[in-house]
């Protein structure tokens, strides 16, 4: 498996509204592309710092897993994603090596990347993404 950095950490918030204003005006960062995921059924905003990214996650319906998320623990970190390349490469070689995959295949992301989760329970509890440009 190739990962090179820490593509992004995910974070479960409410209202992208109300959270925007923390990370420009407390922290100084500046939110450059806000996106809806319809399949994900979230709305996403995003910041960089260095080379990683922020991704703030709004669900937009109450069968968002973002929402079911944010109903069972609160707001707060959802997921890391880790840049990798050879996405489907990279889902086989963990499958052979029995962590359990949300996503056998990958599918789109926001920001056109092509994503996948594999499954907290074989990740040491922190559900994990795999983005590919």
């Known amino acids: 498996m190739n990962?090179?950095?820490?593509?992004?950490?995910?974070?479960?918030?409410?209202?992208?509204?109300?959270?925007i204003p923390f990370y420009e005006n407390v922290l100084g960062l500046k939110c450059y592309n806000i996106e809806e995921v319809v399949e994900q059924k979230v709305k996403t905003a995003f910041f960089m710092?260095?080379?990683?990214?922020?991704?703030?996650?709004?669900?937009?319906?109450?069968e968002s897993p973002?929402?079911?998320?944010?109903?069972?623990?609160?707001?707060?970190?959802?997921?890391?994603?880790?840049?990798a390349q050879g996405l489907q490469a990279s889902l086989d070689?963990?499958?052979?090596?029995?962590?359990?995959?949300?996503?056998?295949?990958?599918?789109?992301?926001?920001e056109g990347l092509n994503i996948a989760f594999l499954h907290p329970k074989s990740?040491?509890?922190?559900l994990m993404e795999l983005c590919e440009k």
């Open 3 to 19: 990962l090179s950095h820490i593509e992004h950490i995910g974070i479960a918030v409410k209202s992208l509204q109300d959270a």
């Open 49 to 62: 710092l260095g080379q990683t990214k922020i991704e703030l996650l709004e669900p937009t319906s109450p």
């Open 66 to 83: 973002v929402a079911k998320f944010i109903e069972k623990r609160g707001e707060g970190v959802h997921h890391v994603a880790f840049a």
């Open 123 to 126: 990740t040491l509890g922190v």
């Open 93 to 110: 070689e963990l499958a052979g090596k029995g962590v359990q995959l949300l996503d056998k295949n990958p599918r789109k992301g926001a």
